[in-house]
């Protein structure tokens, strides 16, 4: 194109809409990051320490603890980085690098916990079946799966975003690189892209979002045959999983489904804040530190430690 430079390097916008962020960057980033790693890191100690805890559901939840603490590392810290030195510029590779990784972790995220839901279900609905379903050859199996065809989503939506040309502005209105900032930024024809990602959305996420519902619903209806406190008790425990999932899918699908002319606002970053953030902060609450068996694995760990200590 004439009269137009192709874009070597991208700059992340701190503050969309002019709006003052500096609290978000300063407080909330910080604070979110340190409690879901402290949270998660204790759920891969407790899990893979305590032999009680090795079982089907614990070692899904001790790899979604492992990938909470890669997704959260992947923009947080450097968002925080940047708006210390207030350097928000990024280099393609390290721009293509950084959207590869969060749909890699956002991916298997999705998958993942759409396995624990199974699980859940197997174990509530046929409980006598459950330790040939999910024998320890299916987890590590399907865990494989998760990380590879992970790979292969990122790699073709990354591939597939950054064969376009950037000859416009430079300006990502985002604290981290994504793909629907970058549509905007693109001087070629995206429709293929814009595809891509609602065929994605649809399948995948509207996919998975059934599958956990479908598994939700079916344990709902079991439990409901047993005394009212186990039911109650049962959807207590259910509940709030069904929360993470909708706001994880709900805040992503929102931010990747708008429409690539729309102007960047500060709820663009919010949502993108919750996708995030928010999923792998809460889970370490909802699967483990309200969790009996985890409470009490720490309890005997602690105790351990102690007598060691005294002797």
Known sequence: MANSTMVTEFLLLASPDGWDTSFLYFTVFPVTYLGTLLGNLLIVTVTTVDQNLHTPM?????NLSILDMCFISITVPNAFVNSLTINWVISVTGCATQIFLVLFCAYVEILILSIMAWDRYVAICQPLQYPVIMNPQFCVHMTLASLLSGLLYAGVHTGNTFRLSFCQSNMVPQFF????SLLRLSCSDTTSNVVLILVSAVVICGGCFLFIA????????AVLKFPTRAAGKAFFTCTPHILVVSIFLSSSTGVYLRSSGTSATLQDMVLSAFYTMIPPFLNPLIY???NKQVKEAVRRIMQRQLFSGKR
């Open 58 to 62: 614990y070692f899904f939840l001790r």
């Open 288 to 290: 483990s530190l309200r």
């Open 177 to 180: 690189c994504d793909v629907p």
């Open 214 to 221: 479908m598994s939700y619903i079916r344990i709902f209806s």
